[in-house]
């Protein structure tokens, strides 16, 4: 078994695509979208693609027409493994040679940080969760909210979603999240039929907007990713992500396992501390420091939440196709909702199964469903 991590800094701006940033209707090839925004970080099923890429093209197997033998094929599946993750398998899949990618976080000279969880009173510099009373609550739909003190349990004006939180000697420090946005005018091509050129679509729906992201000079992406192949030496090198195959350094072991596991240990650790001192009685916190393939129970049965959701889409590859344009198309079967990095969930003490609802091991062992709780059995 071999861990290293992984570190990718943007060589240029990058968009990461969702299902609701840009699409056409099918009818009449309309845009849906005028303005499209990048997501901010990639998705792990967009880690998981780009570790596999990798792994062929240092071995020597990557094939950019697609174009294998028999042999071949076998040789890439003991690589990386036969088939894409699927957002609705439930047993465990097999990549190959890669055992496990962690979730994807941000690294800044040298220190780790997560997305503030939540329930954040912003007013605070350090991370403060909003105190909960189990002696004031309301009804939303089924479920009785904790509402937390002096805050409308529909306002979350004192919550903040866009800092990020490191630990420094056991003190949580918060900075702005790192992103700079650029927008840039989209032009629409002619639509196709069987390869040819057939009706264009009108002059005023060809154009759109397409807002770039990126991260502030010396911020990166970082991640651990196990193998289960110690002969294996990854290489530094320039990798490609998102729609328009944006630029990315890959970089090994930047910062050892070692460092990364303590770091991360120690976000856990003091989190769970401060949240614990802040708890009432009788009650448990949940938060998801990944995108999260959740059990729609966990808004059912949580008492509290503040967390966002997000829909993705499985894409299919049709390895007959003969161009990237067409290899790739959505399975709506497999359409899911995320609950968004960041996430928080009180529940009561009593609720043993709660944890069930977060758990996934096919997702978690690429990178989703990474979550910490104060409840200890």
């Known amino acids: 078994m071999k861990t290293c991590v992984v570190t990718l800094a943007p060589l240029e701006p ?16 309309t845009r849906n979208n005028y303005y499209i925004r990048s997501l901010e970080s990639p998705s792990p099923t967009t880690i998981l693609g780009m570790v596999r890429h990798e792994l062929l093209k240092q071995a020597g197997h990557y094939s950019p027409s697609f174009q294998y033998t ?7 599946a003991r690589l990386i ?6 957002l609705a398998q439930s047993d465990m899949q ?22 503030i969880p939540g329930d954040h009173n912003k007013s605070d510099d350090s991370y403060a969760p909003i105190k909960l009373t189990n002696d004031n ?9 904790l509402v937390p003190d002096d805050v409308n349990a529909v306002d979350h004006k004192k919550y903040s979603d866009k800092a990020l939180l490191c630990v420094d000697n056991n003190n949580t420090s918060l900075v702005p999240a790192p992103f700079r946005r650029s927008v840039k005018i989209g032009i629409g091509k002619n639509t196709y039929a069987n390869g040819r050129a057939s009706v264009d679509i009108e002059r005023k729906e060809m154009f759109f907007k397409k807002e770039y992201c990126t991260l502030r000079e010396g911020w990166k992406f970082i991640f651990m990713l196990t193998l289960n192949d110690d002969t294996i030496e990854l290489q530094d090198s320039i990798v490609t992500m998102g729609q328009g195959k944006s630029a990315f350094t890959f970089c090994v072991n930047e910062i050892s396992p070692q460092v990364y596991e303590e770091q991360t240990t120690a976000l856990a650790t003091t989190l769970t501390d401060i949240v614990r001192s802040n708890l009432p009685d009788g009650y448990e916190w949940y938060y998801v420091h990944s995108d999260t393939l959740a059990d729609q129970r966990v808004f059912s049965e949580a008492v509290y939440a503040a967390a966002y959701t997000m829909p993705i889409n499985q894409l299919v590859t ?21 609950v968004c990095a960041g996430g928080c969930f009180y529940t009561t003490s009593s609720n043993c199964s709660f944890a069930q609802y977060l758990s996934n091991a096919n997702a978690q062992h690429i990178g989703f469903n990474a979550y910490i709780t104060t409840r200890e059995d």
């Not at 990058?14 to 090839?29: A, E, I, L, P, Q």
């Not at 609550?137 to 909210?145: G, H, N, R």
């Not at 049709?318 to 995320?338: E, F, M, Q, T």
């Open 318 to 338: 049709d390895y007959r196709a003969s161009d990237y344009r067409h290899r790739l198309s959505k399975n709506h079967r497999g359409r899911r909702n995320v």
């Open 137 to 145: 609550s309301v009804t939303f739909s089924s479920a009785a909210c």
């Open 81 to 86: 493994g036969k088939e894409s993750f699927s």
């Open 70 to 76: 028999e042999s071949q094929l076998a040789d890439n």
């Open 14 to 29: 990058y968009f990461f695509g969702s299902d609701k940033t840009f699409s056409f209707n099918k009818s009449d090839r």
């Open 94 to 115: 097999s990549f190959g040679v890669i055992q496990s990618i962690s979730a994807v976080h941000l690294m800044h000279d040298g220190s780790i940080y997560w997305p």
